[in-house]
């Protein structure tokens, strides 16, 4: 079985969930975990969690959704950590690409959850967007206690090896399978498999040759598919070690 380590099934693409969870069951994804990103969604994956056995949640505010933050948001945040499914605290982090003239508000959000987490003894998902310098400088001075995840990973495997030094894995998506993500190949490639778990980020990114189209969890096999190819490894190996590893991080 598979694991989807980082879907957004709290998204209004997803008009009928129970659908979207039994195709992920009959393609063999068996576990997912919805990722919030603001305070609202993630309230609304609660919800979806505590409908479905199988779906876990993380909770957190996106570096995108900073400027809306309210001050409250840490204690919001800690509240709904006392519901049993959240798995982590994300998906948090750095994103510069749309805009970063917020970037001091971006790292103090950031920063705030990654000690929301340690307190909490959690683990965080980063997403880091054309921000990798930053986010490695922060995470060297606010490490997570717990082994954390770097979610639709695209920096360097030079950088990879710095935050594994970290105690960070991290996930890939429907990116491994476009012709034109050869940085992320060569990445996969050289990373060792017990640092790698597979991801949807769905509805977006869906998997070629769904490419375009609305991304669901059951895409999954497909990633594994093509990351089998990219290491020369049986499919079958794929799984067990990407379910293994998100089984151990998340206590699922
Ligand atoms: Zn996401």
């Known amino acids: 079985m598979f694991v989807d380590v980082h879907a957004h099934l709290n998204d209004e693409k997803f008009e009928d969930i129970e659908k979207v969870v039994e195709?992920?069951?009959n393609a063999n994804v068996e576990k997912i975990i919805t990722a919030g990103f603001d305070i609202e969604s993630s309230l609304k994956n609660i919800e979806i969690a505590k409908k479905y056995e199988d779906v876990f949640v993380t909770v957190g505010v996106h570096p995108e959704m900073v400027d809306e933050v309210e001050e409250n948001y840490l204690e919001k945040l800690k509240e709904m950590c006392k519901f049993e499914k959240v798995v982590a605290i994300g998906e948090i982090g750095l994103d510069y690409h749309f805009k970063d003239d917020n970037k001091e508000l971006q790292k103090k959000v950031?920063?705030?959850?990654i000690e929301?987490?340690?307190l909490l003894n959690l683990p965080i998902v980063v997403h880091s967007r054309?921000?990798?310098?930053d986010t490695l400088e922060i995470l060297k001075e606010h490490t997570p206690v717990c082994p954390s995840l770097?979610?639709?990973y695209s920096g360097s495997i030079e950088s990879a090896n710095e935050f594994i030094k970290l105690g960070f894995s991290f996930s890939f998506g429907g990116v491994v399978t476009f012709n034109n993500?050869?940085?992320?190949?060569?990445?996969?490639e050289n990373l060792p498999i017990e640092k790698i778990m597979l991801e949807t980020d769905c509805p977006y990114m869906a998997p070629v040759p769904y490419r375009g189209k609305i991304n669901e969890p059951c895409f999954v096999p497909l990633v594994a598919k093509k990351i089998a190819e990219i290491k020369n490894i049986e499919i079958e190996k794929i799984e067990e070690k990407t379910t293994k590893n998100a089984k151990k991080m998340f206590k699922i």
Request: with cysteine; aromatic share 4%.
């Open 116 to 118: 929301l987490a340690n």
């Open 110 to 113: 950031f920063i705030e959850q």
């Open 150 to 152: 770097l979610h639709c």
């Open 181 to 188: 993500a050869k940085n992320v190949v060569k990445v996969v």
């Open 23 to 25: 195709r992920a069951k």
């Open 130 to 133: 054309d921000a990798m310098g």
